[in-house]
């Protein structure tokens, strides 16, 4: 089932973006804490909330995206790049990516139990290891339930990056 949910907007350090993080673990059914994942609803708005939660903290201030990062990476959290590279949660906190602007389209759900799949067609301007790039890549994000919110176990990116216009041609010429 695609999300007709259409999230396009630039990532900045205002209010309604940090309220966003704040409302990240909110789940769409009130459970006690220490309790069962909540059953969705609707699994598809509440991965999308999630991602987009998610992309938000990356576009935060190094201080401010390194706290709520900690937050929000399960344990044993694992990214891929659509490059190969792949990063346990230290190595990803230690250089985390940063977002710029993003957009989430036909995002689909699934929930099991404690673990919620969320694929989605990701487009961003974001700068990976230094290097600024403009990117449209199907995506996959795996939370799981930890008794109190959603963490955020697994990441990963299925297409091919592309470079800035100003990499680009430095590397033409």
């Known amino acids: 089932m695609s999300n007709w949910l259409h999230i396009s907007r630039p990532v900045g350090q205002t209010l309604a973006a940090l309220s966003m993080v704040l409302l990240l673990a909110a789940p769409a059914v009130a459970q006690p804490t220490d309790g069962p994942a909540p059953v969705l609803d ?3 708005a ?3 909330a999630l991602v987009d939660g998610y992309m938000t903290i990356l576009g935060l201030p190094a201080d401010a995206k390194a706290a709520q990062l900690d937050e929000l990476l399960a344990p044993g959290f694992q990214v891929v790049r659509s490059n190969g590279d792949r990063q346990d949660r230290a190595a ?3 250089s985390p990516p940063t977002v710029e602007t993003f957009a ?3 995002a689909t759900a699934t929930q099991d139990d404690d673990l919620l799949v969320v694929s989605y067609t990701f487009e961003t301007s974001e700068v990976l290891d230094g290097v600024a ?3 449209t890549a199907p995506r996959l994000s795996v939370f799981h339930w930890s008794g109190e919110q959603w963490l955020l176990a697994a990441h990963a990116n299925f297409g ?3 470079s800035s216009d100003a990499e680009a041609t430095a590397a033409e010429g």
Do not use: H, K, R
């Open 133 to 135: 790039q403009q990117t």
């Open 160 to 162: 091919a990056t592309q």
């Open 92 to 94: 990803y906190l230690a």
């Open 42 to 44: 609707d699994p598809s």
């Open 104 to 106: 989430i389209t036909d």
């Open 46 to 48: 509440e991965g999308v």
